[in-house]
């Protein structure tokens, strides 16, 4: 009886000892599946009891060390974006105040004022209270009203168009995704080749994908040139290669893989400039 007692007395003390230890290595087998989980065992003043504190609280520092990396990782995010946006000369602004003032000073009031009015509704939106998205509607706005002041400095030379179905409108984008784009074209495309020329502006929604094509007619950019450009090989002080350089780096910073720019090679006149961006790919990002 001693001996039965003794025993039952020993299989209770390793019952008690061995089923938190079996608890740990059952936890510790699934850490690849869930790494930050914790051990779900009742708190002991033991060397075990230690051990399961010990780790749940590194499990805590874990996923607040992530969550700070997380937060670093958007805030370099923002800073990126922001030094982007500096990046994008104000020289449009000053020029277009010029050409205000030159228009009122040969009396054409009307068509200062109409300037100005284009002005301050492009930055209205392209500021969008601070807001990094804005709908497709509005950056086509905004673009709409840049290309309308350009329309005026150099009427004998440009010349545009926009087709989007109206299925895209809804749709949120980056803000200044085009602008960098048109202006592009008109400084490093038409004006080189010195004549007037045309600039078209499409998008479709196909399937799961949105494709956004920024057209114009003027000198061309080869396939070399186009990839020195997104492979960052040309200085940020090019003039040629900020615009399409810009809009690269933030289809970067704000999609990740679900994005891409590239150079339609089958155009054969000026330049065509695709951006595809996968919805499907986006939402799981």
């Not at 708190?43 to 805590?60: A, K, M, P, Q, W």
């Not at 040629?240 to 999609?255: D, I, M, P, Q, W």
Request: aromatic content about 8%.
């Amino acid at each position: 009886m001693f001996l039965i007692c003794f025993l039952f007395l020993v299989m209770l003390l390793l019952k008690r000892i061995l089923k938190p230890v079996v608890a740990i290595g059952n936890h510790m087998r699934k850490l690849g599946a869930n790494p930050l989980s914790k051990i779900e065992l009742p708190s002991t003043s033991d060397e075990i009891g230690y051990l399961v504190s010990s780790f749940n609280h590194l499990v805590d520092r874990n996923m607040a060390l992530i969550d700070q990396v997380k937060e670093d990782e958007r805030e370099k995010r923002h800073l990126e974006l922001a030094l982007i946006q500096t990046q994008i000369k104000p020289h449009f602004l000053y020029n277009t105040l010029d050409t205000a003032f030159c228009l009122n000073e040969m009396g054409m009031n009307k068509e200062a004022s109409r300037v100005i009015k284009q002005l301050a509704g492009y930055y209205r939106q392209v500021l969008n209270h601070g807001s990094e998205w804005i709908s497709f509607a509005e950056e086509l706005s905004a673009v709409e009203k840049y290309l309308e002041i350009q329309a005026v400095r150099y009427s004998d030379v440009i010349s545009y168009k926009i087709d989007v179905g109206e299925e895209l409108y809804g749709f949120q984008i980056p803000k200044m995704t085009l602008q960098p784009l048109v202006e592009n074209a008109i400084y490093h495309g038409i004006k080189p080749a010195g004549r007037p020329g045309h600039i078209m502006i499409t998008g479709e929604l196909c399937e799961d994908e949105v494709t956004i094509s920024v057209i114009d007619d003027g000198v061309g950019m080869s396939k070399e040139d186009f990839a020195d450009v997104i492979k960052g090989k040309r200085r940020s002080t090019d003039k040629e290669s900020f615009g399409v350089k810009s809009v690269a780096e933030r289809l970067r910073l704000f999609y990740g893989d679900a994005a891409s720019i590239e150079l339609d090679e089958e155009a054969r006149l000026g330049t065509c400039i695709v951006l595809t961006i996968n919805l499907r790919k986006d939402e799981n990002n």
